[in-house]
């Protein structure tokens, strides 16, 4: 079934480039994507238009497109995907569901941006990427820890030798979720066999960040620890059992011979819930946040070299606000950051934004890590 608050999309202004029509497939109203896509989306007007929104219910997406402003709303995903005001599709639901969406987008022909991880394991991210190549069309991973402005900051002041050659990086997070209670809408999260771990989320994004700035690991070695073997229920009291490790370390060498290590734990600390130092011959970085999760905190950076005996706030330039405004903050401004060079990356012929093929590179690192964690062995990329 179909709702539609207007007869149409409005017309595209012919004085600048055509808008990028989207179409967003989870986007109830107090989720992910409401929080996440939908304030991204609204601070590039100039190059997106949210044309479409679809839940599992008539109702709940129509609060969704009121909300988001949206022009249409529908019940189920075929419709959206079919609605030709839809160039790309976003899928941001559960997972478990990402397989069956992202299919029907590529069958379509539709250009598709896809919440990580891209599928429950390596075989079913490995079918879509296939499926992607086979359709021709342009994908995006939502995998923006990189466009964090202060962590494109701090790329660029390593590469010019801010803190001379780089010796080791150590990263520390808490994944915020995964503690010892949560609610049944999350519940999910702590089965292994969702794909929604501490591992495949804070871990993966941080890491991503970590190899984008620093180079790929050589090899790893990691342990992968399940403290809290049960969680509670906050409606009701009632306990689950928790097959996902909520203990997750990781060290290895990155590609320029640099030691690099990281540990996540589930839930959140009465300590720093995330910092990650990046240590030099010259000096030293560190990115700083009351929120564990890279790919959504706003970041502090600090740095220190030379004669200094502690690190200092660095003020991020304006240059790297450009594209997104500054005070766009919390989960949407790094995701409004990838939105930006996509449009570029389509505009432009370029692809700058990680697109399913990175994502498979990102899931083969997740098995080589369990792989290495049941097996006690380092092993080598």
Known sequence: ?????????????????????????????????????????????????????????????????????????????????????????????????????????????????????????????????????????????????????????????????????????????????????????????????????????PALHALDAVHWTLGEFTDVSANLVTGRTETTLAEDGSTLPVTAPDQVSVIGTLSGGAAASLHYRGGLSRGDNLRWEINGTEGDLVLTSPVGNLQVADLTLAGGRGDDTTVTPIATPSAYFTDVPADLTGPAHNVAQLYAQFARDLREGTSVVPGFDHALVRHRLLATIEEAAATGRRATL
Do not use: C
């Open 1 to 201: 079934m179909t709702e539609q608050s207007t007869p149409g999309h409005p017309a595209a202004d012919r004085s600048r480039p055509p808008r990028i029509g989207v179409g967003i497939i989870g986007a109830s109203t107090g989720g992910w994507a409401s929080i996440s896509h939908v304030p991204a989306l609204k601070s590039l007007q100039d190059r997106y238009e949210l044309r479409a929104v679809s839940t599992s219910r008539r109702a709940s997406a129509q609060a969704a497109a009121e909300q988001s402003g949206a022009a249409a709303a529908y019940d189920n995903h075929t419709d959206l995907i079919a609605d030709p005001g839809v160039d790309l599709v976003v899928v941001a639901v559960k997972v478990t569901h990402h397989r069956e969406l992202v299919t029907a987008a590529l069958d379509a022909g539709k250009n598709v941006y896809s919440e990580w991880p891209l599928g429950v394991d390596l075989p079913e991210a490995a079918e879509l990427v296939r499926r992607a190549g086979a359709a021709g069309v342009r994908t995006a991973i939502g995998l923006q820890a990189r466009f964090a402005p202060q962590v494109r900051h701090a790329r660029d002041l390593i590469e010019q030798g801010w803190i001379g050659r780089v010796l080791g990086t150590t990263l520390v997070g808490s994944g915020i979720s995964w503690g010892p209670v949560t609610d049944r809408a999350h519940a999910y999260w702590f089965d292994a066999a969702n794909g929604v771990t501490p591992l495949s989320v």
